[in-house]
């Protein structure tokens, strides 16, 4: 039987409707389904749609905005039929990962795609700071980090930024919550006072608006000594009594489930003893309580 704490509620991305990740969307459904997930949220990339946002494996591969639309209507689709015909096994909820690009207008670009496909929720994301990918190559974070003024003022911007985003989008969970640290020298001290009081302005706007935080195991995966997000910012949000889910940020298959039991005890360890999960109910999904143990 399925653990009913066996949740992620972003990842299920695949190589059918994603430019960077591998297998199919029936292949991540059946590897949940036999990792025994209670429920398991696909949360497929936003189509960005101004090539400018395009990343350069994209356009390598002669991707357009054009594509990534008709890409993202397939994955709908797929999803909802087989979150049909697996419904007996497993909740599967649909979703998307929402983007901060454009600038000026990713609130209601968001909004739209979320109305015009009716998904079920919506985790929000900050991959960009001042349109510059953060999370890509490394002369990107650079460039981004140029943009701001250095290290310690790109963290900052990126916390406003996950702040504004929170409350003008108002997802269900934030994802990765500091992404930051993808790219960030080793030895970069993200923790600094400003930084800090940044990063609290995001977790008040999370609290704010009553969203989950998503314990993503990608750190884990992309050599961190961490998942997303660290201690500090766990035992914070904790205080302010804001709950958390899992995330396997799963871009393949063989990565759905990746880090899920580390990441319960890694919670667990932190005095974090229920995680939150979404449900689906007649009218939309609704925030439930799950136990750890
Ligand atoms: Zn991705
Ligand atoms: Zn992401």
Same mark, same amino acid.
């Given at each position: ?36 997930? =209670? ?15 395009? @990343? ?7 991707? +357009? ?38 600038? =000026?207008?990713?609130?209601?670009? *968001? ?10 929720? *919506?985790?929000?994301?900050?991959? @960009? ?5 953060? %999370? ?28 504004? *985003? ?19 020298? !080793?030895?970069?001290?993200? #923790? +600094?006072?400003?930084?800090?009081? =940044?990063?609290?302005?995001?977790? #008040?706007? !999370? ?20 998942? @997303? ?18 995330? %396997? %940020? ?28 979404? %449900?689906?109910?007649?009218?939309? !999904? ?8």
């Amino acid at each position: 039987m399925a653990d009913p704490w066996r949740i992620s509620l972003h990842g299920g991305h695949s190589g059918e409707f994603c430019e960077h990740a591998e297998g199919t969307l029936r292949g991540v459904v059946e590897a949940a389904v036999a990792a025994g997930f =209670a429920t398991f949220g696909l949360s497929e990339h936003a189509p960005r749609g101004q090539d400018r946002f395009l @990343y350069s494996s994209e356009r390598q591969k002669g991707f +357009t905005t054009g594509r990534l639309q008709t890409d993202f209507d397939a994955y709908v689709a797929e999803a909802r039929a087989l979150a049909a015909e697996f419904s007996d096994r497993i909740q599967i909820l649909v979703g998307f990962e929402a983007e901060v690009v454009p600038a =000026a207008s990713y609130a209601d670009e *968001m909004s739209a795609i979320r109305e015009k496909y009716a998904l079920e929720y *919506m985790v929000g994301s900050v991959h @960009y700071v001042g349109e510059i990918q953060i %999370d890509g190559t490394i002369e990107e974070f650079q460039a981004a980090g140029a943009a701001s003024g250095g290290i310690e003022s790109l963290a900052v911007c990126y916390y406003d930024t996950v702040a504004e *985003m929170v409350a003008r989008l108002r997802p269900e969970v934030v994802g990765h919550l500091d992404l930051i640290r993808r790219n960030a020298p !080793v030895r970069a001290d993200l #923790q +600094t006072t400003a930084i800090a009081a =940044a990063a609290d302005r995001a977790l #008040q706007s !999370v609290k704010e608006s009553g969203a989950i935080l998503d314990l993503n195991t990608a750190g884990w995966r992309k050599g961190l000594d961490n998942a @997303y997000p660290e201690p500090w910012l766990i035992r914070r949000a904790h205080e302010l009594g804001i709950g958390f889910c899992f995330g %396997d %940020d799963s871009h393949a298959p063989a990565q759905v489930g990746d880090g899920i039991d580390r990441a319960r005890e890694y919670l667990l360890e932190l005095d974090v003893t229920s995680i939150r999960s979404l %449900d689906r109910r007649q009218g939309g !999904v609704v925030s439930t309580v799950v136990r750890l143990s």
